[in-house]
């Protein structure tokens, strides 16, 4: 019995753990709400985000909703980009499935996201924040 238990255990880990490599890009072109916030909603899969290309317009407030959506494992949001005016790093656990976060991205440009837990990035959890005039 407990060889069985491990057994669909270990499917149910490696049915929820598939590479974001080679996945399609999934864009998102945010348009801001009445009242003047773009809102953006994301899910981490794994090991993936969904959209992984976000386009938001400078100099208008962000409202980024983050998901944890994958069984199990704990994951993170990031997005270093000073020169832009963001600077996000948003921990997804197992006990904390979702994180909100806020900023005015002030300069275009692209720049990358990725989930910094172990080698997550390295198996395809990236994705790329486009800030357009």
Known sequence: MRRSVI????????????????????ELI????????????????????EPNR??????????????NGSFIVPHNFSCIAPQAGVQLD???GMFKDSEQARFTPTTPGEYPFFCNKGSHSKKGMTGTLVVVP
Do not use: M, N, Y
Not at 7 to 26: A, E, N
Not at 30 to 49: I, K, L, Y
């Open 54 to 67: 976000i386009v938001v317009k400078a100099g208008v407030p962000v409202e980024l909703h983050i998901r």
């Open 90 to 92: 948003e921990g997804l």
């Open 7 to 26: 057994g669909i255990v270990g499917v149910l880990f490696l049915w929820g753990c598939s590479s974001g490599t080679g996945r399609p890009v999934s």
């Open 30 to 49: 945010v348009v801001p709400a009445p009242d003047g916030v773009q809102r953006v909603e994301v899910t981490a899969h794994s090991f993936w985000f």
